[in-house]
């Protein structure tokens, strides 16, 4: 069974896959299957207009549709953000695939930022969102809010 946890307790687990040192104010949202998790989103650097998401997802494994639909539930709907940022080495061709499918638009480029590749800033507004205004994802939504 896949459960959504919201505690710190995969937040060193999920720095490492992301490669990524948090601020003291970092949230995160995990997908959980048979206490490991296979999925996680980090969420740093809230401002009331934005916030910056980092997410990871174990190639092996699929997360579970609600999880997919807290992820962007949290920062749109109860932090009430305009923007989603995100940040993907322009060599992480999954990572980009992923980023467009959910619906972040690129909007811009830093050149020769990493080793091997350069920055490439996405963003999403909740209008872009494909999972939070799909019809299709409407039961898994109302499922994510009435346990929240």
Same mark, same amino acid.
């Given at each position: ?49 934005s916030?910056s ?10 997360? @579970? +549709?609600?999880?997919? /639909?807290?992820?962007? $539930?949290?920062? *749109? ?6 923007? =989603?940022?995100?940040?993907?080495? @322009? +060599?992480?061709?999954? /990572?980009?695939?992923? $980023?467009?499918? *959910?619906?972040?638009?690129l909007?811009?480029? =830093? ?32 499922r ?5």
């Open positions: 069974m896949k459960l959504i946890d919201c505690t710190p307790l995969y937040l060193p687990l999920l720095c490492k896959m992301l490669d990524y040192l948090p601020s003291p104010w970092v949230q995160c949202i995990t997908c959980v299957e048979d206490g490991k998790a296979i999925a996680g989103a980090l969420y740093d650097g809230y401002n009331t207009a916030v998401a980092h997410i990871w997802i174990d190639d092996q494994c699929k997360p @579970s +549709k609600e999880w997919m /639909a807290a992820i962007f $539930d949290y920062p *749109f709907n109860r932090l009430g953000v305009k923007k =989603i940022v995100g940040q993907v080495n @322009s +060599k992480n061709i999954e /990572a980009i695939k992923l $980023d467009e499918h *959910f619906g972040f638009v909007e811009g480029r =830093i050149t020769d930022f990493f080793e091997d590749g350069d920055l490439l800033m996405y963003s999403m507004t909740i209008e872009q969102c494909r999972i939070l205004n799909s019809p299709l994802w409407a039961p898994v939504m109302d994510i809010r009435r346990v929240a």
